[in-house]
């Protein structure tokens, strides 16, 4: 007797925060693991998602580069991927002119460049296959100019887009794309980009398991996206109708130096 083999889920940037409670998710809805993180966390982290059964692979690479995005797609090898979690993402604060450019450079390779080079292998095996699940996360920063974080904003506001064009493409051919848009969530994302003493970074966040769980749950059943929680659904619909300069001096109050005092 055979032991039916359960589905493949791919999910990146899974060592803490929502990528981790995506991985479990995945895990507690049947599906077998490969995570993917940029630092040695993510083996603590497959060790305590096997805790709760099926099997979970994990790779610690760097999805920046290419080199990265190569060795995880070995990882998989040539089996099918039933869904693919695109969770791998940077932050980074303060003004734009007073940043490191390699910092800069570093948050687009990571949220665009590697994103959209998994995506497109991972997307095209999908299609040839017709069926598969894309979850993306976006952001409600994509909606409004980030001052202070001008690049981690234009990065989502490429992905929030880039998820909607996707799934166009694909309709009709099995393959869903659903887009996790988020706002401050309680992760290591805030002390990672150096915004604990803005706002944003000390303020009332949401917990990473709900918004997990929210945007799995859109996933599962393809829808195009998910905007948790109620007031970040208002700051969208505000996005639509503010002009963009007053919406990107409202995100200055929240993201600039100092306005955690404030």
Same mark, same amino acid.
């Given at each position: 007797m055979t032991t039916q083999q359960r589905p493949l889920a791919v999910v990146t940037g899974a060592s803490t925060g929502i990528g981790f409670e995506l991985a479990r998710c995945c895990l507690s809805n049947g599906y077998d693991l490969v995570i993917a993180a940029d630092e040695p966390e993510i083996h603590t982290a497959a060790a305590s998602l096997r805790e709760s059964g099926g099997q979970v692979e994990a790779l610690e690479a760097d999805l920046a580069t290419r080199?990265?995005?190569?060795s995880l797609y070995r990882e998989i090898g040539t089996r099918p991927v039933a869904a693919l979690l695109a969770n791998a993402g940077r932050g980074l604060g303060r003004a734009f002119l007073d940043q490191d450019f390699e910092d800069i450079r570093h948050v687009l390779d990571t949220n665009v460049t590697g994103t959209v080079d998994l995506i497109h292998r991972v997307g095209r095996s999908m299609r040839d296959r017709g069926e598969g699940k894309i979850l993306i996360t976006g952001s409600i920063a994509g909606f409004m100019p980030g001052s202070f974080q001008a690049v981690y904003n234009a990065s989502k506001a490429f992905l929030d887009s880039f998820s909607y064009a996707l799934r166009a493409e694909l309709d009709g051919t099995g393959v869903t794309v659903t887009c996790l848009m988020p706002g401050a969530t309680e992760t290591e994302f805030f002390e990672r980009a150096d915004l604990m003493d803005t706002k944003v970074g000390t303020g009332k966040k949401a917990? @990473?398991?709900?918004?997990? %769980? *929210?945007?799995? $749950?859109? =996933? *599962?059943?393809?829808?195009? $996206?998910?905007?948790?929680?109620? *007031?970040? %659904?208002?700051?969208?619909?505000?996005?639509?109708?503010?002009? @963009?300069?007053?919406? @990107? /001096? =409202?995100?200055? /109050?929240?993201? @600039?130096p100092g306005t955690a005092q404030k």
């Amino acid at each position: 007797m055979t032991t039916q083999q359960r589905p493949l889920a791919v999910v990146t940037g899974a060592s803490t925060g929502i990528g981790f409670e995506l991985a479990r998710c995945c895990l507690s809805n049947g599906y077998d693991l490969v995570i993917a993180a940029d630092e040695p966390e993510i083996h603590t982290a497959a060790a305590s998602l096997r805790e709760s059964g099926g099997q979970v692979e994990a790779l610690e690479a760097d999805l920046a580069t290419r080199s990265g995005v190569d060795s995880l797609y070995r990882e998989i090898g040539t089996r099918p991927v039933a869904a693919l979690l695109a969770n791998a993402g940077r932050g980074l604060g303060r003004a734009f002119l007073d940043q490191d450019f390699e910092d800069i450079r570093h948050v687009l390779d990571t949220n665009v460049t590697g994103t959209v080079d998994l995506i497109h292998r991972v997307g095209r095996s999908m299609r040839d296959r017709g069926e598969g699940k894309i979850l993306i996360t976006g952001s409600i920063a994509g909606f409004m100019p980030g001052s202070f974080q001008a690049v981690y904003n234009a990065s989502k506001a490429f992905l929030d887009s880039f998820s909607y064009a996707l799934r166009a493409e694909l309709d009709g051919t099995g393959v869903t794309v659903t887009c996790l848009m988020p706002g401050a969530t309680e992760t290591e994302f805030f002390e990672r980009a150096d915004l604990m003493d803005t706002k944003v970074g000390t303020g009332k966040k949401a917990p @990473a398991d709900e918004v997990a %769980k *929210q945007g799995f $749950e859109a =996933m *599962q059943r393809g829808d195009g $996206e998910v905007v948790t929680g109620w *007031q970040n %659904k208002l700051r969208v619909a505000m996005s639509h109708v503010l002009p @963009a300069e007053t919406l @990107a /001096k =409202m995100h200055t /109050k929240m993201t @600039a130096p100092g306005t955690a005092q404030k």
